[in-house]
């Protein structure tokens, strides 16, 4: 059995992907919107898995909201 050191998260930037989404007033919805309009086929309930550590965050899906968010990946890793 792996332990994971952020409890049973499956992800770290899900809660920093939430936080800047709405500092920027965005829904969930509007989020997946834009990913979309990037190329990405995402839905609002993947990005609600995501924010809620419940769903991997892959590594080009990290580059993607960045690129979204206007922040650098390492941002939304907590750096």
């Known amino acids: ?3 994971n050191p952020y409890g ?3 992800n770290v930037a899900g ?3 939430r936080e800047l989404r709405m500092k920027r007033g ?3 919805e509007q989020l997946a919107a834009k990913l979309q309009l990037m190329g990405y086929s995402i839905g609002q309930k993947a ?3 995501m924010e809620t550590g419940d769903r991997v965050v892959t590594d080009y899906e ?3 909201l960045a690129q979204v968010l206007n922040v650098s990946p390492l941002q939304l ?3």
């Open 1 to 3: 059995m792996k332990l």
């Open 77 to 79: 890793l907590g750096q």
């Open 8 to 10: 049973e998260k499956l």
């Open 62 to 64: 990290l580059l993607l």
């Open 26 to 28: 965005l829904s969930q």
């Open 15 to 17: 809660r920093h992907v």
């Open 47 to 49: 990005i609600s898995r």
